[in-house]
């Protein structure tokens, strides 16, 4: 009996969906690899593979049968898809065009030896990135450059503004998968898109409240307010934004500083002046696997905190919210010093400071996601 390869849900899902992966027609106990293959926008190829050995009536099913090893091991049912690794070093997966799925290409091979076994199952997967009837909206209105994703069905929705970090842009997927579970969702660019700055100098949080404004006056935003949603620098906005824009009601901060870091925010009168990175403090290594790495003249582990805060605003103090680091010599040492080797998002490499102004903070942070 000839091996079949079954994904469920059978052909197309959406990226964030689970999916079950299943083996039959296998010999009781046969040793089998299972490789997963997919090619970004760019062309570049993402492999995954796994080792696995079927039970004893010929079945193998992801989600009871540990990977023996590969690319990972144990119970891992959407391993496949999460270790799926570039063929060229530090490329990162990124979806621009929304529109269009990434196509999933999944094999069963006889054995072990994920490049020379026979091929006995193959199957093609469509992982989209917009759930049926998704509406997508560019948006340019006044000074906002955006784009709302809407769900199928007649509002209102609950609104939320989506912000990314450091790279700039105009990044979509996840504000029309978050569409797909019924929010509607403003993607915004804020530098490095379109008639937007180039680069970050200075953050100036009206351009963020005409954002707020804009999705609060349209027809299916359910109010009184709406949500942010920001990773890394996106983060750090959005703690801004709740601290000053009255319409932000909910935030979700995802590896967001709680300073400001590498540029001042402002609004109306007020300034938060930006984390100061002491660069002669800042000693960069290459380790084995080639990252960039960095160790401050004095670890941040040696400074205990001392307690004193800085003055904080009018907006700030109402709200209960601090944006400036603590003020000693203790914090100031601990804002030098970690550099990560980043992939920006047209993959070149680069090397972009990252302050750790928390005390006690030992980890060697990387910017991955920004």
């Not at 700055?197 to 100036?204: F, L, Q």
């Not at 590498?262 to 609004?267: K, P, S, V, W």
Request: positive net charge.
């Amino acid at each position: 009996m000839a091996a079949t390869l079954s994904v469920e849900p059978a052909g197309r899902s959406c990226w964030d969906e689970p999916l079950s992966i299943a083996v039959s027609g296998l010999a009781p106990e046969q040793p089998v690899t299972l490789r997963a293959a997919l090619r970004d926008e760019k062309g570049t190829s993402f492999r995954a593979h796994a080792r696995y050995r079927a039970d004893a009536h010929g079945r193998l099913d992801l989600a009871r049968a540990p990977a023996l090893g590969g690319s990972f091991a144990g119970l891992e049912p959407m391993g496949l898809l999460w270790a799926l690794e570039p063929e060229r070093p530090f490329w990162r997966l990124v979806k621009r065009d929304v529109r269009t799925p990434f196509v999933v290409e999944l094999e069963v091979l006889d054995g072990h030896e994920p490049d020379g076994g026979r091929l006995l199952a193959r199957a093609v997967h469509e992982r989209h990135f917009m759930a049926p009837g998704v509406r997508r909206v560019p948006v340019r209105e006044g000074r906002v450059r955006a784009t709302l994703f809407l769900p199928p069905e007649p509002g209102p929705f609950p609104g939320i503004v989506d912000l990314f970090g450091v790279g700039g842009g105009l990044l979509e997927y996840r504000a029309s998968l978050l569409a797909g579970k019924g929010f509607a969702v403003l993607a915004l660019a804020y530098y490095n898109y379109d008639d937007l700055p180039k680069g970050m100098d200075a953050m100036h949080m009206e351009y963020f409240e005409e954002a707020v404004n804009y999705l609060l006056s349209h027809p299916e935003i359910k109010g009184p307010g709406v949500g942010v949603l920001g990773i890394s620098k996106g983060g750090e906005l959005g703690l801004a934004m709740a601290s000053f824009l009255k319409g932000i009601k909910a935030a979700v901060i995802i590896n967001g500083s709680v300073a400001a870091v590498g540029n001042t925010i402002n609004y109306k009168d007020e300034a938060i002046p930006p984390v100061s990175i002491l660069r002669n403090q800042v000693r960069v290594r290459m380790t084995t696997t080639g990252r960039a790495s960095s160790m401050p003249m004095r670890s941040p582990n040696a400074c205990r905190p001392m307690g004193r805060r800085s003055p904080r605003s009018s907006a700030t103090r109402k709200r209960g919210i601090i944006l400036s680091p603590l003020i000693s010599h203790c914090a100031r040492r601990a804002c030098t010093s970690w550099w990560g080797l980043t992939s920006p998002l047209e993959g070149s490499l680069s090397l972009m400071p990252w302050p750790s102004w928390m005390h006690g903070s030992n980890s060697r942070l990387s910017s991955t996601n920004t």
